[in-house]
């Protein structure tokens, strides 16, 4: 069983950066990541997505050039450098784990979320 915990989430002001890790434990070899985020009173979003080998990467358009997912396999965690934040990144943000890199939220495992809070 695989489990995900996010951690590097909080408060911060407009035009701030964090750094989001997710580090998983369990049988995660050959799985691509994905992070999502769930602001209030709306669907969860696909924000990007990293292969295993990290060689691909996909991005929702609108975080494109602000925010880079990455990972380090050797320590099993996947990260989500987020830059120039905006009072709309205001969100719970969720890693992901499958097999496939996927764009969307079939994804097989779930961390449990983490919140990021952007002050104007």
């Known amino acids: 069983q695989v489990q995900l915990v996010e951690s590097g989430g909080g408060l911060v002001q407009a035009g701030d950066s964090l750094r989001l890790s997710c580090t998983a434990s369990g049988p995660i070899s050959g799985y691509a990541m994905g992070w999502f985020r769930q602001p209030p009173g709306k669907q969860r979003q696909f924000l990007a997505a990293?292969?295993?080998?990290?060689?691909?990467?996909h991005y929702k358009d609108a975080v494109q050039g602000r925010f880079t997912i990455s990972r380090d396999n050797t320590k099993n965690t996947a990260y989500l450098q987020m830059n120039n934040l905006k009072p709309e990144d205001t969100a719970v943000y969720y890693c992901?784990?499958?097999?496939?890199?996927?764009?969307?939220?079939?994804?097989?495992?779930w961390g449990q979320g983490i919140q990021v809070a952007v002050s104007s």
């Open positions: 990293i292969s295993w080998g990290g060689e691909n990467t």
């Open positions: 992901a784990a499958d097999p496939m890199m996927r764009v969307n939220t079939e994804y097989d495992y």
